[in-house]
Nanobody
Framework: VQLQASGGGLVQAGGSLRLSCAAS????????VGWFRQAPGKEREAVAS????????YYQDSVKGRFTISRDNAKNPVYLQMNSLKPEDTAIYYC????????????????????WGQGTQVTVSS
């Protein structure tokens, strides 16, 4: 099973993008899906996550109120709607998934995820 992240691009500050994370096999469900990002010279960081069974969501403080993670069910794509984008949001965004539910206190731990997408570049110009 492979994950495909898409939807990145170049946008001006204040603009919006919607990222999508889909599995290569639609019949394969992941309970927890997370979005991570890595900017040049910085460590990878968790941005948002969503679990299906627990219905938990997590957002990094810097994106709260601007980003929304959503999914219709455990087998459909997961979306990250990004509004009011800032230059500091510029990074490669990766989606990651785990078949089992990850508890909220651990969703920022990249080691908890079993599958990773190839990344999609998001560039926000000032």
């Amino acid at each position: 099973v492979q994950l495909q992240a898409s939807g990145g691009g170049l946008v001006q500050a204040g603009g919006s993008l919607r990222l999508s994370c889909a599995a290569s096999r639609r019949t394969f469900g992941f309970d927890t899906v997370g979005w991570f990002r890595q900017a040049p010279g910085k460590e990878r960081e968790a941005v948002a996550s969503i679990t299906w069974r627990r219905q938990d969501t997590y957002y990094q403080d810097s994106v709260k109120g601007r980003f929304t993670i959503s999914r219709d069910n455990a087998k459909n794509p997961v979306y990250l709607q990004m509004n009011s984008l800032k230059p500091e949001d510029t990074a490669i965004y990766y989606c990651a998934a785990a078949p089992l539910s990850i508890i909220l206190s651990q969703v920022r731990n990249s080691a908890r995820y079993d599958y990773w997408g190839q990344g999609t570049q998001v560039t926000v110009s000032s």
